[in-house]
């Protein structure tokens, strides 16, 4: 006679009680949350943890926020492998316990600082997940021989650490404040050329040796044998006109001529607000500077020249050539 084992049924709970579903129920729920912090930015993570973070480690509220959003997606990985495809219960309980003190952080700190909604839901959700994950119950009445499914507790925690610590590594690479940032070459702007065309060092000097004599060649010439005024100018400049009007206004004695200064190119230009009108210099030769270069003068600048040597210099700042004698 031929004896049959008796074997004991596998006694499985209902399928509201099954670790699995429940699990799977925290896992898409820290997803979203997840999702709802990458998308909301700042204002979407729990402000405790983002101060937190500020106060131990001095992190922005932006770097902050991509922490914790990772660390969500961290969270629903391991839940998943864990909790969905191993059935563990330990790691899914813990997360909902974690995530009850967290929503309960934000609770308080709602109740001074205002937005109770969402931190209520949170905590809502969070201490249901919890009851419902604790009231699971795994397969039981399987007899000694059958071969136990999952991970031991040592391999569940290790494997959990390096779950973990691939996705802070993903997260870090684009949080890590200490990491050289590159920054895309900006594109050259015109190089400006500046030109200093104070005339005060070359008093006692010939025309040619200054910088009048560099910018406006000819002119070197042309004063020799008798007096000459130079006057340096700029149409928007009022106490240009304001000379003008006081001394060039009738025929002078002197040789005169009007130089007006350029815009420098690649430099933008500011409106003053003054006038734009011509100068009004009677029997005045008008000149003017090349183009391009930023030219450094003190506006209205005169220089005398007396045959061809510059006897006196003055601009805005000192000098009265045209009260001299």
Same mark, same amino acid.
């Given at each position: 006679?031929?004896?049959?084992?008796?074997?004991?049924?596998?006694?499985?709970?209902?399928?509201?009680?099954?670790?699995?579903?429940?699990?799977?129920? !925290? %896992?898409? =729920? $820290? #997803?979203?949350?997840?999702? +709802?912090?990458?998308? /909301?930015?700042?204002?979407?993570?729990?402000?405790?943890?983002?101060?937190l973070l500020e106060a131990l480690f001095g992190y922005s509220p932006e770097l902050a926020t991509r922490l914790i959003a990772s660390s969500s997606v961290a969270g629903a990985l391991i839940i998943f492998v864990y909790g969905v495809l191993l059935a563990n219960r330990l790691i899914p309980? !813990? %997360?909902? =316990? $974690? #995530?009850?003190?967290?929503? +309960?952080?934000?609770? /308080?700190r709602a109740l001074s600082a205002g937005g109770l909604g969402f931190p209520v839901i949170a905590l809502?959700?969070?201490?249901?997940?919890?009851?419902?994950?604790?009231?699971?119950?795994?397969?039981?009445?399987?007899n000694a021989s059958t071969p136990r499914r999952g991970l031991s507790p040592a391999w569940t925690a290790l494997g959990a650490i390096a779950i973990a610590t691939s996705t802070g590594a993903v997260a870090g690479r684009a949080t890590?404040?200490?990491?050289?940032?590159?920054?895309?070459?900006?594109?050259?702007?015109?190089?400006?050329?500046?030109?200093?065309?104070?005339?005060?060092?070359?008093?006692?000097?010939?025309?040619?040796?200054?910088?009048?004599?560099?910018?406006l060649p000819g002119l070197a010439e042309r004063t020799r044998g008798q007096t000459t005024f130079v006057v340096f100018y700029m149409p928007n400049c009022h106490a240009c006109h304001s000379l003008f009007d006081q001394f060039f206004s009738s025929p002078r004695v002197e040789q005169v001529f009007t130089v007006e200064i350029p815009p420098?190119?690649?430099?933008?230009?500011?409106?003053?607000?003054?006038?734009?009108?011509?100068?009004v210099c009677v029997g005045c030769e008008p000149l003017l500077l090349p183009t391009g270069p930023n030219y450094l003068v003190a506006s209205p600048m005169v220089v005398k020249i007396e045959d061809g040597v510059v006897t006196c210099v003055s601009d805005r700042f000192k000098g009265e050539c045209l009260l001299a004698p």
């Open positions: 006679m031929t004896v049959v084992p008796q074997t004991s049924a596998i006694e499985r709970p209902p399928l509201s009680r099954h670790p699995r579903l429940a699990a799977a129920c !925290v %896992a898409s =729920a $820290l #997803g979203l949350c997840a999702w +709802l912090q990458f998308r /909301s930015g700042p204002d979407g993570v729990p402000a405790p943890l983002v101060e309980i !813990v %997360a909902c =316990a $974690l #995530g009850a003190f967290v929503s +309960l952080a934000c609770v /308080s809502a959700t969070s201490f249901v997940l919890l009851w419902w994950m604790m009231r699971t119950r795994v397969p039981s009445g399987a890590d404040p200490n990491r050289p940032v590159e920054i895309a070459p900006k594109p050259a702007g015109p190089k400006v050329v500046n030109v200093d065309f104070d005339m005060h060092p070359f008093v006692g000097r010939r025309v040619e040796e200054t910088p009048i004599g560099a910018s420098a190119e690649g430099i933008p230009q500011v409106d003053t607000g003054e006038e734009h009108e011509p100068i």
